[in-house]
């Protein structure tokens, strides 16, 4: 692994040290893929003024030359330059060659399954894009390679470079020059130096095409002429030997290269020729013991960019594991920038390509480079001081990890992922343009020459695993072309020409993509865009040009494609996704003459199509887009909807047509019939400047049913509300329906439309016919509405002398026609007075009105003997007055008129001017509509600031005049009044109530809660007395209802109010209220009484009642009597809880003797619960550790027998037993039976220890001993010990041996647990645990019984309490 210096940070400025040092210090290096980008200059500044090259006139050049890149853009169906010597070298005979032209995402001539996969994957770019790249196979320098493999055994493909020649090294060290026809033209170096060098791992060709450089993989260089074929150097000495060239790099001096080796390290090659002598003088730029390099980029210029200023640094990219290098050469060896990756993959391959693009009107040199999944872009600018800064761009995240990145242009990106997946992206926007599979070219990787596997595979670890995915020598670009090198062929990849893409699409019948693909190329919102150039104007024609030339297809098509045979609907389907194409883009282009002429004529052929199309113009005509058309086209449109009976349509349509040019008349007359008022008025207007025509006829259908008192239909109220719209479009200036009337002819209209309206009699008129029918008839149809009409034109009126006459003339005339006729309701004669009202309230007011005719219209709407229409005639009069008609009538009149017509809005509207507050209560009160809301009122006038003490004070004496009125209204409005203005006459309130009934809504909504006023009870300053009068009320006239009151209500007394409800015998409630008292024995008494008599009521009723209604009373009244013992029980003594009854006679004696069986029983039974837990607990450890005891392995502690000491592996040749036990004593078994240490039970042969039994017979003799150690007791202790095992005589032998015997080794570790737990007896502890507990409690009995020994069991210092299980022993 590399070793490499923590955080370095490389200044632009170098230190005084040497380039070597300071180069090798601050980098790590590695792999990149070596790229000629050249950008062409015109393109990248987008000049608008260039002309349209020859090429889109497809002008053919015969004075130069073809180049090289017209023969590679050739299609593959033109004639080879050369003859194939055998076909079946190739061995891609079986595949279609046009197949390759097209292989993109979206070709249709590829008909295997990844690539309808792929079609279906990327539907969205191909419809957007098109194809972008076109993906050719180069026939004859493929089949030359392979027949060169063949015959001259050149061996496999290994490495590629084009320039204006084509240069492919092979495997066995030899390198192929194609020219410009793909002709093989030089065959460089011979297999016997391949054997010698090994294979080619890299090459370069200068800028001129004079020079080829070949790297191989054994280290050594060479150089060639590729004029003559001669070789002009061969080099071995340039860097350390055992390493692969990795990359070669001619710069743009043609003296100098760039050599990267398999070792890590680059150097620097410079060739000289003295005295005809050529040398080579190698450099080291880097150390590969510092890092590994891996990649290597000089930066490349056209010749137009040779004088650029950054060229003279002659700049070169290096990349290594973990961070990219840009360095200057020239003039000194400088380091310009450091860059690093960031976490990455490991197994990545590093990326570096040069391009010069435009940013900001300036062309600078740009780096991308890559590790991954994300690219990132580097603009490189040389300042005024002649220093060069590096600008990060935006860098472009991917989804997939790359092992290629090429420059097309200096907008477009093409990426190879790991998958071998070419993605083309516009660098701008980072959008893709296509996914193209190239898994068929089989693509060369350079792994084997980054394992340096022909010098022994002397490479790191880091550096084998990116050669894993390395194909830098594979990929080589030159003037827009790629070129990939695959094991038997060569690919060129180009972009299509804006053609190109859209005949690709129309190839594959995709007309709608390719005309929306030629109308993004037309709007300049194309990506990718290759063929079209010169100034804007130019470029949209051209492309124009062939989108009508596709347009004239895609009509002869949908014709051509129209279903014959089936329904009508389904060719209808077929138009309609058809023809509104057409439509869209003959209207995009502006080509209307085209549309209207030879597209309509194209479908006109067809009956359907040319419904289709026309109906297609209607969105363009109703939103104004399309204006101009032919008279032919007008007419059939208007007769196409008219016979499919879409009148509306056609009304719609026709108001947004210029019509001048069709029959008036005939079109006139076809909207009358189909009742299309909106397009006739708009012919009139349009058609003919005719303004008062429409009028006229629509007057002629609304005058006669109106002069006659009929109803409207509904046919002509449209009518009428039209002609009311349309004379206050006129006369506002307006058009109808829609636009603006020209200005010079606006006076014009508004004069002609006064003139007609104020006409004395109409044109044709009868001698029956009443003055000004026109003003009548539009009284009659909308008073409100033609009057506001004429208020917006009063509005709009300047003042001048005949707008001035015009006002006077139109009122004079309103007041005549509707003053002088009884015809008109009231609310009509309103509408007109209020109207004048604000006419004459205006400021700048002109117009005269007699003021007798206001009085006329007061008597007319305050006319007492008419009592129909009270609220109607009271509105109008009211907002007449509003509307500062108040000026022309006499107040007091005026006021005495209301209250005799009982106008009480007019009163309280007078009243308020002169501020009468009071009065306006009365107005309130006696309108019954109206009365609820004279508690707002009243609220609003004593709460609002702004009235005067007095005015106050007169509103609060009329409200307590009318006091019991208000209460009987709404008892919780007047409550809350009270509560909030007149909390401190509370009693006064009440003395003026004298309706009890009254008085009790008033109370509960004053003082019950639950009535939901919102009343602080604490502001009231009422004394009890007022609750303890509502309580009488409540007793009076809800006696149900009394308990839930008290409960809520808070400021009474109880004595007083006990003797309420007594009053009333309302035993419950007093039971209550003794309760709350604390008197629990008199609630109780009261309660008891109550259900006695409860029970005296069933004894005399028959059994239908008592089932009713009795046992349920009886029950209630029991359960409220249980509930108040049991809510109670708990505030009293013993003595108290008990019941008088219950202490004396037969039951007290006994009292006691029930009282200590209670007591001595809840006792005992705790005690049992508590110890039978106890045991159950000490017996189930118990046993569980004896079980762990016994099933535990034996562990011997000597390895040697206790009774002979001797091993006890010595004497196995006997075949003698080894016996082990508990104890850890280990015997053999004939050194056990000559001590007798057996035991005979149930015919069985049972062993005891003999060391243990030996121990036990001497010291267990006396029953106090209490040294016995844990595991050394013996089974045959067990059988011996009287104190464990009291015997009885032979019968308890003989039924011991009847029982189930346990073995020895359970007898022995039970008998062990017995002795290391024992303690007191349980029994013992119990009884002294009860004698101390029944010394300390009452017990009737104890008389006999003597108190605790003084010696107890716990006064023993030994003693011990186990209450838990005993822990696991352990040997």
Known sequence: ?????????????????????????????????????????????????????????????????????????????????????????????????????????????????????????????????????????????????????????????????VSSLIAVGTSHGLALIFDQNQALRLCLGSTSVGGQYGAISALSINNDCSRLLCGFAKGQITMWDLASGKLLRSITDAHPPGTAILHIKFTDDPTLAICNDSGGSVFELTFKRVMGVRTCESRCLFSGSKGEVCCIEPLHSKPELKDHPITQFSLLAMASLTKILVIGLKPSLKVWMTFPYGRMDPSSVPLLAWHFVAVHNYVNPMLAFCRGDVVHFLLVKRDESGAIHVTKQKHLHLYYDLINFTWINSRTVVLLDSVEKLHVIDRQTQEELETVEISEVQLVYNSSHFKSLATGGNVSQALALVGEKACYQSISSYGGQIFYLGTKSVYVMMLRSWRERVDHLLKQDCLTEALALAWSFHEGKAKAVVGLSGDVSKRKAVVADRMVEILFHYADRALKKCP??????????????????????????????????????????????????????????????????????????????????????????????????????????????????????????????????????????????????????????????????????CLAGRAYPLGDIPEDLVPLVKNQVFEFLIRLHSAEASPEEEIYPYVRTLLHFDTREFLNVLALTFEDFKNDK?????????????????????????SQVGCLFTFLARQLAKPDNTLFVNRTLFDQVLEFLCSPDDDSRHSERQQVLLELLQAGGIVQ???????????????????????????????????????????????????????????????????????MDHIEELVSLRPCKAAELVATHFSEQIETVIKKLQNQVLLFKFLRSLLDPREGIHVNQELLQMSPCVTEQFIELLCQFSPSQVIETLQVLECYRLEETIQITQKYQLHEVTAYLLEKKGDIHGAFLIMLKRLQSKLQEITHQDEKTKEEFSLKDVEDTMVETIALCQRNSHNLNQQQREDPVYGKGKLGEIQGLILGMLDTFNYEQTLLETTTSLLNQDLHWSLCNLRASVTRGLNPKQDYCSICLQQYKRRQEMADEIIVFSCGHLYHSFCLQNKECTIETEGQTRWTCYKCSSSNKAGKLSENSSEVKKGKTAPSQVKMSPSCHPSKGDSAVKKAASEPVLDPQQIQAFDQLCHLYRGSSRLALLTELSQNRSSESYRPFSGSQSGPAFNSIFQNENFQLQLIPPPVTED
């Open 802 to 826: 005949q707008a001035v006459e015009y006002q006077q003339r139109i009122v004079d005339i309103l007041l005549k026609v509707m003053v002088e006729n009884s015809d008109f309701t009231p």
């Open 564 to 729: 014959d045979q089936g329904k009508i609907q389904v060719m209808e389907q077929h138009f309609q996704d058809m023809v509104p194409v057409i439509v869209d883009y003959c209207l995009l282009l502006e080509r209307k003459d085209l549309l209207f002429s030879q597209m309509y004529d194209k479908l006109s052929e067809n009956s359907v199509a040319k419904g289709v199309f026309l109906e297609c113009l209607e969105p363009y005509i109703l939103s104004d887009k399309l204006v101009g058309m032919t008279p032919q086209v007008m007419k059939d449109l208007i007769v196409h909807f008219q016979d499919k009976k879409l009148m509306e349509n056609v009304e719609a349509l026709i108001v947004h047509m210029d019509i001048t040019s069709l029959d008036i008349q005939q079109v006139v007359l076809m909207c009358w019939e189909n009742r299309l008022y909106d397009a006739m008025i708009y012919v009139y207007n349009r058609g003919m400047n005719e303004f008062i025509s429409p009028m006229e006829k629509l007057f002629r259908v609304i005058a006669p049913p109106l002069n006659a008192g009929r109803t409207l239909t509904d046919e002509q109220v449209v009518m009428g509300n039209k002609l009311l719209v349309y004379i206050s479009c």
């Open 889 to 959: 009538f006499e107040e007091s009149r005026l006021i005495r008129m209301a209250e005799k017509a009982e106008f009480y809005q007019i009163c309280e509207f007078m009243y308020e001017r002169e501020h009468q507050y009071d009065k306006i209560i009365d107005c309130y009160l006696r309108d019954p509509l109206r009365e609820e809301e004279v508690f707002n009122y009243i609220h609003n006038i004593l709460s609002i600031p702004g009235h005067s003490a007095e005015e106050k004070q007169s509103v609060w004496q009329k409200a």
């Open 1 to 161: 692994m590399e070793n490499e210096p923590d955080h370095e940070n490389v200044e632009q400025s170098l230190c005084a040290k040497t380039a070597e040092e300071e180069l090798n210090k601050s980098f790590n290096l590695e792999a990149s893929l070596s790229k000629f980008s050249y950008i062409d200059l015109d393109k990248e500044l987008e000049f608008k003024n260039d002309l349209i090259d020859d090429k889109e006139f497809d002008i053919p050049q015969v004075d130069t030359p073809p180049t090289l890149e017209s023969i590679l853009n050739e299609t593959d169906d033109e004639e080879e330059s050369f003859v194939l010597e055998d076909p079946t070298l190739l061995n891609i005979d079986t595949i279609d060659s046009h197949s390759y032209d097209t292989s993109s995402v979206a070709s249709s001539d590829s008909g295997d399954r990844t690539n309808l996969k792929r079609k279906k994957k990327l539907p969205d770019s191909f419809s957007l894009h098109g194809s972008v790249m076109r993906h050719s196979l180069l026939k004859g320098i493929s089949a030359q390679i392979v027949s060169a493999a063949d015959k001259v055994d050149a061996g496999l493909p290994t490495a590629i470079a």
